[in-house]
Protein backbone atom coordinates (compact mmCIF):
# COMPACT_ATOMS: atom_id res chain seq x y z
CA UNK A 1 0.00 0.00 0.00
CA UNK A 2 1.34 3.28 -0.84
CA UNK A 3 0.68 7.09 -1.93
CA UNK A 4 1.65 7.99 -5.18
CA UNK A 5 2.21 11.94 -5.92
CA UNK A 6 2.58 13.61 -9.30
CA UNK A 7 2.53 16.59 -10.95
CA UNK A 8 5.58 18.04 -9.61
CA UNK A 9 8.08 20.12 -11.98
CA UNK A 10 9.76 23.29 -12.76
CA UNK A 11 7.56 26.86 -13.24
CA UNK A 12 8.71 30.41 -13.25
CA UNK A 13 7.78 32.83 -10.54
CA UNK A 14 3.60 33.72 -10.51
CA UNK A 15 3.28 29.97 -12.41
CA UNK A 16 0.88 27.36 -11.37
CA UNK A 17 1.23 23.55 -10.54
CA UNK A 18 -1.47 20.79 -9.33
CA UNK A 19 -0.30 18.21 -7.79
CA UNK A 20 -2.65 14.78 -7.31
CA UNK A 21 -2.50 11.74 -5.09
CA UNK A 22 -3.53 8.32 -5.19
CA UNK A 23 -3.23 5.47 -3.22
CA UNK A 24 -2.88 2.25 -4.53
CA UNK A 25 -3.16 -1.56 -3.06
CA UNK A 26 -5.30 -1.56 -0.28
CA UNK A 27 -7.13 1.80 -0.44
CA UNK A 28 -9.95 1.53 1.78
CA UNK A 29 -7.32 1.93 4.68
CA UNK A 30 -5.87 5.01 3.81
CA UNK A 31 -7.31 8.49 3.19
CA UNK A 32 -4.70 11.07 2.22
CA UNK A 33 -5.59 14.15 3.39
CA UNK A 34 -2.63 16.23 3.66
CA UNK A 35 0.30 17.79 1.98
CA UNK A 36 3.68 18.50 3.52
CA UNK A 37 6.76 20.11 2.17
CA UNK A 38 10.32 19.77 2.66
CA UNK A 39 12.75 22.75 1.41
CA UNK A 40 16.92 21.57 1.50
CA UNK A 41 17.90 22.11 4.56
CA UNK A 42 14.62 23.11 6.38
CA UNK A 43 11.95 20.94 8.71
CA UNK A 44 9.26 19.38 6.84
CA UNK A 45 5.81 21.23 7.35
CA UNK A 46 2.42 21.29 6.73
CA UNK A 47 1.05 23.18 3.95
CA UNK A 48 -2.74 22.24 3.58
CA UNK A 49 -5.02 19.80 5.24
CA UNK A 50 -8.90 18.27 4.65
CA UNK A 51 -11.44 17.00 6.79
CA UNK A 52 -12.95 13.80 4.70
CA UNK A 53 -15.82 14.27 7.05
CA UNK A 54 -16.95 17.48 6.38
CA UNK A 55 -14.27 19.17 4.06
CA UNK A 56 -12.73 21.56 6.37
CA UNK A 57 -9.49 22.81 5.46
CA UNK A 58 -6.28 24.00 6.98
CA UNK A 59 -3.79 26.13 5.04
CA UNK A 60 -0.33 27.29 6.42
CA UNK A 61 -0.60 31.13 6.85
CA UNK A 62 2.21 31.42 3.45
CA UNK A 63 -0.14 29.60 1.01
CA UNK A 64 -3.44 30.84 2.18
CA UNK A 65 -5.28 31.92 -0.42
CA UNK A 66 -2.82 31.06 -3.37
CA UNK A 67 -3.64 26.69 -2.91
CA UNK A 68 -6.41 24.71 -2.61
CA UNK A 69 -6.62 21.38 -1.29
CA UNK A 70 -9.59 19.16 -2.23
CA UNK A 71 -10.05 15.48 -2.20
CA UNK A 72 -12.18 12.88 -3.87
CA UNK A 73 -13.27 10.44 -1.56
CA UNK A 74 -15.23 7.63 -4.42
CA UNK A 75 -11.45 8.06 -6.29
CA UNK A 76 -9.84 8.30 -2.63
CA UNK A 77 -7.34 10.58 -4.43
CA UNK A 78 -6.19 14.02 -2.86
CA UNK A 79 -5.09 17.53 -5.03
CA UNK A 80 -2.82 20.51 -4.46
CA UNK A 81 -3.63 23.17 -6.88
CA UNK A 82 -1.14 26.05 -6.51
CA UNK A 83 -1.02 29.55 -7.81
CA UNK A 84 0.93 32.27 -7.78
CA UNK A 85 4.07 30.39 -6.62
CA UNK A 86 7.04 31.79 -5.44
CA UNK A 87 10.50 31.45 -5.12
CA UNK A 88 10.22 30.10 -1.52
CA UNK A 89 7.84 27.48 -2.38
CA UNK A 90 10.04 25.35 -3.50
CA UNK A 91 10.07 22.14 -1.99
CA UNK A 92 9.34 18.01 -2.03
CA UNK A 93 5.54 17.64 -1.67
CA UNK A 94 4.65 14.72 0.08
CA UNK A 95 0.92 13.28 0.32
CA UNK A 96 0.00 11.76 3.66
CA UNK A 97 -2.50 10.00 5.84
CA UNK A 98 -0.33 11.24 9.07
CA UNK A 99 1.29 9.23 10.87
CA UNK A 100 1.37 6.27 9.20
CA UNK A 101 1.41 6.72 5.48
CA UNK A 102 3.43 9.19 3.12
CA UNK A 103 4.43 9.09 -0.46
CA UNK A 104 7.80 9.10 -1.58
CA UNK A 105 7.61 13.20 -2.76
CA UNK A 106 6.49 15.13 -5.86
CA UNK A 107 10.05 18.37 -6.72
CA UNK A 108 8.59 21.35 -6.98
CA UNK A 109 10.92 23.93 -8.35
CA UNK A 110 9.98 27.91 -8.79
CA UNK A 111 12.61 29.85 -10.57
CA UNK A 112 12.61 33.71 -10.15
Keep these: VQ ?23 SIFSIKPMA ?3 QAPGKARELVAAISRSDGTTYYLDTVEGRFTIS ?41 S
Excluded: H, I, K
Design 35 to 37: WYR
Design 71 to 111: GDNVENTLSLQMNSLRPEDTATYYCADPPDYWGEGTLVTVS
Design 3 to 25: LVESGGGLVQAGGSLRLSCAASG
